[in-house]
């Protein structure tokens, strides 16, 4: 399997104040193509600082984070944020959508950064849409839409560019139980797709989707184990 993600001994240290924060203590993983795998952990163990770094929102202390084959651990934040365009889709609990734009319009977002000419834009954008099953919403506005179909418009964002990961925080956190699992499985059929998946989440059942989970504790990997009760189809 090749590697999509080499992590080796990152740390990453924060300064608050006089005191400095230890969020992650050389911390080593390695996630292969075609990988579904949860980050776990409780509130201060690391898991949103490891998602930062993983998206190339951060840079760490020392350590090293190839990605693709890219050394991206030293970048400057213009090159840093080419590669966040390019290799990775993001998906929030938030969903972070702009609310004066139509849902065809945030998802073309992405398009205009990579330059992708205005002609082939808003094609690309509505196959996105018709993918995630919102073909007939791309003229509504976030406030028209509910919160899973935010979320599938968050989802046709982070796939519209075509990267090889997504990277989805906590992407049920805002949803009720059954729109979460509309979610997580539209999330399956992606990584059936192709892409490599990684969840970042506290919370069990969602994590029961993926095929690996790895657990943080106090900014270290604790467990790392493959999800025996994971199948897919």
Not at 34 to 49: C, D, F, L
Not at 60 to 68: A, E, K
């Given at each position: 399997m090749d590697k999509v993600i080499e992590i080796k001994d990152i740390v990453k240290n924060y300064q608050v104040g006089s005191v400095i924060v230890r969020a992650l203590r050389s911390v080593s993983i390695?996630?292969?193509?075609?990988?579904?795998?949860?980050?776990?952990?409780?509130?201060?163990?690391?898991?949103?600082?490891?998602?930062n770094l993983l998206g190339a929102l951060d840079t760490?202390?020392?350590?090293?984070?190839?990605?693709?084959g890219t050394d991206v651990s030293k970048m400057e934040d213009d090159f840093l944020a080419e590669i966040r365009n390019k290799e990775i889709g993001f998906v929030f609990q938030t969903f972070n959508l702009l609310p004066r734009y139509t849902a065809l319009e945030n998802v073309t977002l992405p398009l205009i950064y990579a330059g992708v000419p205005k002609a082939d834009r808003e094609k690309v954008a509505m196959e996105t849409l018709e993918q995630v099953g919102l073909g007939d919403r791309m003229t509504h506005k976030p406030n028209e839409l509910s919160g899973g179909q935010r979320q599938r418009v968050a989802i046709a964002r982070a796939l519209v560019n075509k990267p090889s990961i997504i990277l989805a925080d906590e992407p049920t956190g805002n949803l009720d139980s059954k729109t979460s699992l509309d979610i997580m499985g539209l999330l399956d059929e992606i990584h059936k797709k192709g892409n490599t998946v990684i969840v970042v989440t506290h919370e069990e059942d969602i994590a029961k989707h993926a095929a690996r989970i790895?657990?943080?504790?106090?900014?270290?990997?604790?467990?790392?184990?493959?999800?025996?009760?994971?199948?897919?189809?």
């Open positions: 390695n996630i292969g193509s075609n990988e579904y795998v949860a980050i776990m952990g409780p509130s201060g163990s690391g898991k949103s600082t490891l998602m760490p202390t020392s350590g090293s984070y190839i990605l693709n790895i657990r943080l504790f106090d900014g270290e990997v604790a467990q790392d184990f493959v999800n025996e009760k994971y199948v897919k189809a």
